[in-house]
């Protein structure tokens, strides 16, 4: 554990990563780590105040060199606790710490190991070129104007800027901001990277390259925690995931232990099934939706577990051959847990009146 | 001091694609015209050079004052400011740095009023005592950019600062003794104007344009240095709280 890590007391045991599994190794300290963090935002004055609840109480442990991701809808309290971690904003209740150091009182030591890509177009200096861009951040992170000078070049030339490098970054399409943004995050050399929805503008081929670029990162040991909505982006870079809606963590697991939580809901595909069987199928217990698809095939849904070996065997045993079986994505997870309020923006507001 | 030299080379950069901040130079060739043709009409061209001194300290209070608010404006706009209090680099070292470079660009008035001066009128204004003026110019400079800082922290807590902004111009002007010295203003006054930099920086630059020697010359630029180091300050301690203040309500990036 490191020195600061044991000058706060943070405990060791989540540890490192095995990457292999995506499981978790014990030994190594904590990169992030949030205790019992709520944030609470006040809106209006006199009879219409109310207080709106960000972050219920947030604990999170991210151990050093783990991509984490935050999965969640618009409105869940992903930006928010970026921003907590980030320093530019206080939590109102809860302890959070980056790199081992109190992202209230040690603002210093915190802003120096952390890097930052806040979501969106905006965030950059338009008029002046990418270049300029880059090593004005690389100054404001200490940097000298030779190192600041190489190391925005190595970025530039990391994310595929570099012939671009003297241009504007007002003539930059979106998804070339975002990777300048990337290299704005980087440039002050960071342990703990924080990517609030760092593809959102991206095309295939750049957030390709992106994950491969968030794989080098992981290579080169820097902790990674990563909002967005990309259930496939999360599958691919995260090794664990924690799912987070109204402002409260659902879960956190590995993507692929995610996915066999709702094994429950494993579906088995059948062409060529009757009515009979179907009806057969319908009366197992645990078998939830059946549904007829526009490919001729019909979709059975369990709801727990064994249901699906029970359905397959029944199926088998009536010579139906054209069978299969497909575990949920971590999207259908998601879905599952968040449910059809994916696409709404949350927010839980306790009236002060 | 890394973060103050990038924010100062940044915000000439930046001013080369953003000239906004420097519209205080436009007027001030027409305040010379306005107050050399008083001080003509009047048959005073004894005060030819308080006429044409007069414009540039306006300009450069006016250019300081502007981009302490624009600085902050600007990074809200761009969508910068959250991503610039998150790095290591000090808010008000960098405003400093950013403020600084207006206000050194914004030497270009003292040109504008004497080039006026001398296309329009025919007036030449000496500088018998360029180094007192220049070391006057010098630190009057800083003592501005420091004073600018409060200006800078009080556009971070919220955007309607620009009413404050607008109501610290002229009061500045007459209590800095910038149009009238503030020998000339009522007795009440004087210990008031004392307190602003610029009655100091405005004396020892109108002595400088005089053939007399100027008197306490080291002293008196103290008086601007200091006075303008507390404006820093206490500029630098209210961005603190400030910005500690906007953390908590968690308006940073939208006051």
Request: proline letters at 3%.
């Amino acid at each position: 554990m490191g020195a600061a890590a044991e000058q706060h007391g943070l405990r060791s045991g989540s540890g490192g990563v095995d990457r292999a599994s995506g499981g978790v190794v014990v030994g190594s300290d904590l990169a992030i780590e949030t205790r019992g963090v709520s944030r609470e935002f006040r809106t209006g004055r006199g009879r219409r105040a109310a207080t709106v609840v960000a972050l219920g109480s947030v604990d999170l442990a991210v151990p050093t060199g783990e991509v984490h991701g935050l999965l969640g809808p618009n409105g869940a309290g992903k930006t928010t606790l970026c921003k907590v971690l980030s320093t530019v904003l206080l939590p109102t209740r809860g302890q959070a710490f980056v790199a081992g150091f109190d992202v209230v009182r040690q603002t210093d030591e915190v802003r120096r190991r952390m890097g930052i890509v806040l979501g969106g177009e905006r965030g950059l200096y338009n008029r002046l070129t990418a270049r300029r861009n880059l090593r004005y951040w690389g100054a404001l992170f200490r940097l000298s104007d030779r190192d600041a000078a190489r190391r925005a070049d190595e970025l530039l030339e990391r994310v595929g800027l570099y012939d671009r490098a003297e241009e504007r970054v007002e003539t930059f399409s979106r998804g070339m901001k975002q990777r300048l943004h990337l290299a704005r995050g980087l440039i002050g050399d960071p342990q703990v990277l924080l990517l609030d929805e760092p593809t959102t503008g991206m095309d295939p081929v750049a957030a390709r390259d992106f994950r491969t670029l968030v794989g080098e990162l992981r290579g080169e040991g820097r902790t990674i925690l990563l909002t967005t909505h990309d259930m496939v982006e999360a599958e691919h870079v995260c090794d664990r995931v924690t799912l987070i809606d109204r402002g409260e963590l659902i879960a956190t697991e590995a993507p692929r232990t995610l996915a066999s939580w709702i094994s429950r809901f494993e579906r088995v595909d059948v062409d060529g099934a009757d009515d009979r069987l179907l009806a057969e199928v319908a009366a197992i217990a645990g078998v939830g939706r059946i549904e007829h698809r526009e490919d001729g095939s019909t979709r059975i849904e369990t709801t727990q577990d064994g249901a699906a070996a029970a359905v397959l065997r029944l199926i088998v045993d009536a010579d139906v051959t054209g069978v299969r079986t497909s575990l949920p994505s971590l999207e259908e997870v998601y879905l599952h847990i968040v449910g059809d309020r994916a696409m709404d923006v949350h927010r839980t507001i306790r009236d002060d009146t | 001091m890394t973060a103050f030299r990038a924010a100062f080379g940044f915000q000439i950069a930046y001013m080369r694609r953003n000239r906004d901040q420097l519209m205080p130079l436009f007027a001030s060739p027409l305040y010379t015209v306005i107050f050399l043709a008083i001080t003509r009409a009047a048959g005073r061209d004894d005060l030819s050079s308080y006429a044409v001194l007069a414009p540039a300290l306006i300009a450069l209070w006016a250019v300081s004052l502007m981009s302490a608010g624009e600085v902050i404006d600007s990074e809200r706009y761009e969508g910068t400011l959250e991503a610039v209090v998150a790095t290591p680099a000090s808010l008000g070292v960098v405003m400093f740095g950013r403020v600084l470079a207006v206000v050194v660009i914004g030497c270009l008035a003292f040109f504008e009023s004497w080039l006026t001066a001398a296309l329009l009128f025919g007036v030449v204004v000496p500088i018998p005592q360029p180094g007192w003026f220049l070391a006057t110019l010098a630190i009057t400079v800083l003592a501005m950019a420091g004073t600018a800082t409060i200006m800078a922290s009080v556009f971070v807590l919220a955007r309607s600062a620009r009413t404050f902004q607008n109501v610290l111009s002229y009061p500045v002007y007459v209590l800095g003794g910038v149009i009238v010295p503030v020998s000339l203003l009522p007795a009440w006054v004087q210990p008031i104007s004392r307190v602003v930099f610029l009655s100091w920086s405005a004396d020892l630059f109108r002595d400088s344009l005089g053939a007399a020697p100027v008197e306490a010359p080291v002293g008196r630029l103290g008086m601007v240095l200091l006075l303008g180091a507390i404006g820093f300050a206490v500029g630098g301690w209210m961005l603190r709280r400030i910005l500690a203040r906007v953390r908590e309500t968690g308006t940073l990036a939208y006051a």
